[in-house]
């Protein structure tokens, strides 16, 4: 990248991600706002286990906050909420019973 062509503060910003969900491709940069607002939405994570479901949501967590802590509800043996540290909101949870 050539000097000047990045506003400043933007250096560890990313330009472009992607990601591959079944046959659909995601993609996200981080944008250009100095003040970035995650409202109206979550993310959700299903895994297959509450041990993954642990994990992922322990690792969500630090340096963000806990919504919800992972519990069992009538829907999910595991289930929890939380906004990540840059403020994304995430669920995780393991699929119940069919």
Not at 28 to 41: C, E, H, Q, V
Not at 58 to 78: D, H, I, N, R, Y
């Amino acid at each position: 990248v050539l000097a000047g062509m990045i506003p400043e503060g933007f250096a560890d910003k990313v330009m472009h991600a992607s990601f591959r969900v079944g046959e659909s491709v995601l993609m996200a940069s981080d944008g250009n706002d100095r003040t970035p607002s995650f409202k109206g939405f979550s993310l959700s994570l299903a895994v297959e286990t509450p041990a993954e479901a642990q994990k992922a949501f322990a690792a969500l967590a630090e340096g963000g906050q806990v919504k919800m802590p992972l519990g069992k509800t009538f829907w999910s043996p595991c289930f929890g909420m939380l906004s990540d540290r840059f403020g994304v909101g995430w669920m995780v949870s393991v699929p119940g019973d069919k």
